[in-house]
Nanobody, 123 residues
Framework: QVQLVESGGGLVQAGGSLILSCAVS???????MAWFRQAAGKEREFVAA????????LYSDSVKGRFTISRDNARNTVYLQMNSLKPEDTAVYYC?????????????????WGQGTQVTVSA
């Protein structure tokens, strides 16, 4: 059974930092991984993606320069370091795994999803 388990969400003040983790079990980790987020009343949107090798990394314009995606293939874990957080970053953050090595920002390309972790940024 494939499982993606996110952790690290919480409440933080604007300007603060959080690091999210996503541990994958039940299938190979030799795939691209990504983070998406969904704010209340809005559609799920792309945040960041990383290829299997880490050689390709993509960010949305809204987080570029503030967030960093990374992965530890030995631990089957992907991370999202979030700095300089803003109230508009408040959302449920989802980890996703693609069946394929290449990173993409397209939500429909990702087959496996975690349950999400809430990030709330207060003004």
């Amino acid at each position: 059974q494939v499982q993606l388990v996110e952790s690290g969400g919480g409440l933080v003040q604007a300007g603060g930092s959080l690091i999210l983790s996503c541990a994958v079990s039940g299938r190979t980790f030799s795939d691209a991984m990504a983070w998406f987020r969904q704010a209340a009343g809005k559609e799920r949107e792309f945040v960041a993606a990383i290829s299997w090798s880490g050689s390709t990394i993509l960010y949305s314009d809204s987080v570029k320069g503030r967030f960093t995606i990374s992965r530890d293939n030995a631990r089957n874990t992907v991370y999202l370091q979030m700095n300089s957080l803003k109230p508009e970053d408040t959302a449920v953050y989802y980890c996703a795994q693609r069946v394929g090595a290449g990173a993409t920002a397209s939500l429909r390309e990702y087959s496996y999803w975690g349950q999400g972790t809430q990030v709330t940024v207060s003004a």
